[in-house]
């Protein structure tokens, strides 16, 4: 018997295989953990999504909404807002639902929404900083910031800083940055803010301000030690969502041809979200990255490297020129210097009252030197 070509491809073989290629790998988009299963309920907590009214966001704010929630939709668009939080109030059956605008690549809307929020909200328990854009071309808004680093790093940075009295006083409270494992893929360059030695190549600048989320997230939560309020960030998967609404056809074309198989929904895409802001296993965890099923990942090199950390906030909080941001903490520094100088004053012979003191600075000076 001789086959031809179209005998081969038409063979109904093929059909079966890829039905059953596309259910095993249905069945392995979804994590180990299950928010339906998760009994904890949010009565009496209030929460912020950004980014609410679609794609992931939507779903994370609507899981709040079904635990009980007072959830709060932070989104750019008052027509966009509020279409879903009439889908959100209806699905879950919470009235307690409400829209604030923000656009989070505008620093004084920043701050406006941040202004609002402590005049209206008494208590502040969960920040899911989750708005982000992927492909745009390269441009500079009226701040003088590149505008996708405005939006997914430098604005979120700005709100968190400005609430996080709010969420302290809150305690136990949770911030959740939302990442992407394409931050590992990020370089940090601190000019790059400004739009300044930016390459623009598809979504090169998009994982470097992932890689930024990640950054700032650890340094935050080293920061945050002792607060009650912890900070992780995550990666949601690849999730068939609107995020690559800024790429060319081709580009949409080929992820929502693939996408129907292997991409998770923006239902499972909330999944590691609504892990690190509601989940009993995660609770008092800080500082940390979860892989889209979950798991603890350690997240790239220079996201774990402290001195990046700590220039990450003097140069965020120097762009943002915020007077309210956690620049420095005087306080521990003061008494971790006093302890120093305790000790190099009692380990030095005092008996040579005319070395005794000179001794001692040297020493303090020195130990600063190296400090530095
Ligand atoms: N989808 C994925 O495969 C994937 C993978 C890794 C990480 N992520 C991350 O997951 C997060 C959610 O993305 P998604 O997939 O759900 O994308 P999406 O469907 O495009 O949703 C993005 C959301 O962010 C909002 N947003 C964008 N720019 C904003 C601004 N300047 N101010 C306020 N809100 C703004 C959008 O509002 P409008 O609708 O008004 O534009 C929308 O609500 C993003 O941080 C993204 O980087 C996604």
Redesign the pocket.
């Known amino acids: 018997m001789s086959w031809e070509i179209a005998d081969f491809i038409s063979h109904p073989l093929w059909m079966v295989s890829t039905l059953l290629l596309a259910a095993v790998t249905r069945a392995q988009r979804r994590g180990p953990w299950d928010p339906s299963a998760c009994p904890v309920r949010l009565t009496g907590k209030t929460a912020i999504v ?9 779903f994370i704010a609507l899981d709040f909404a079904c635990r009980d929630a007072r959830v709060i939709l ?4 008052e027509s ?2 509020m279409a ?1 939080l009439k889908e959100i109030r209806q699905r879950s059956g919470n009235q307690n639902v409400h829209l604030r605008i ?5 620093l004084e ?1 920043v701050r406006k929404f941040a202004a609002q929020i402590l005049e209206e909200e008494k208590e502040l328990h969960i920040l899911v ?6 492909g745009l071309p390269k441009g500079i808004t009226s701040d003088g910031l590149e505008v996708s680093f ?3 790093h430098i ?1 979120p940075f700005l709100l968190t800083n400005l609430l996080l009295d709010l969420l302290k006083k809150s305690a136990p409270a949770r911030i959740v940055n ?5 931050h590992k893929r990020g370089k940090v360059d601190f000019s790059h803010f400004r739009g300044e030695n930016l390459t623009c190549i598809m979504d090169t600048v ?1 994982n470097h ?2 890689l930024h ?1 990640v950054i700032w997230t650890n340094e935050l939560a080293r920061r945050l030690q002792g607060t009650g309020v912890t900070a992780n960030s995550l ?11 800024h790429y060319n056809w081709i580009v949409r074309l080929i992820f929502n041809i693939v996408g129907i198989c292997f ?2 929904s ?1 239902k499972e ?1 909330a999944v590691s979200t609504i892990y690190c802001a509601v989940a009993e296993e995660t609770e008092g965890i800080s500082g940390k990255y979860f892989d889209s099923d979950c798991s603890l990942v350690l997240p790239a090199p220079d996201a774990r490297d402290l001195a990046i950390g700590a220039k990450e906030f003097e140069y965020l909080s120097k762009t943002v020129n915020c007077e309210d941001c956690e620049l420095s903490e005087p306080i521990l520094e003061t008494l971790s210097m006093m302890w120093l100088f305790i000790n190099l004053y009692t380990s030095v012979d005092h008996e040579e009252t005319v070395g005794g003191w000179p001794l001692v600075l040297q020493h303090f000076h020195s130990c600063v030197l190296m400090a530095e």
Do not use: L, Q
């Not at 950004?50 to 939507?58: D, L």
């Not at 932070?74 to 668009?77: I, L, N, P, Q």
């Not at 923000?102 to 505008?106: C, G, K, L, Q, R």
């Not at 990666?235 to 609404?245: A, D, K, Y």
């Open positions: 950004t980014g609410a009214n679609t794609g992931i966001g939507k932070a989104c750019r668009s966009r807002g879903a923000i656009d989070t690549s505008s809307s900083n989750n708005a982000g854009v992927s405005a939006t997914n604005g939302v990442s992407s494992a394409n998009y301000t992932k989320n990666h949601p998967g690849i999730v068939m969502t609107e995020v690559m609404r991409f998770k923006a895409g």
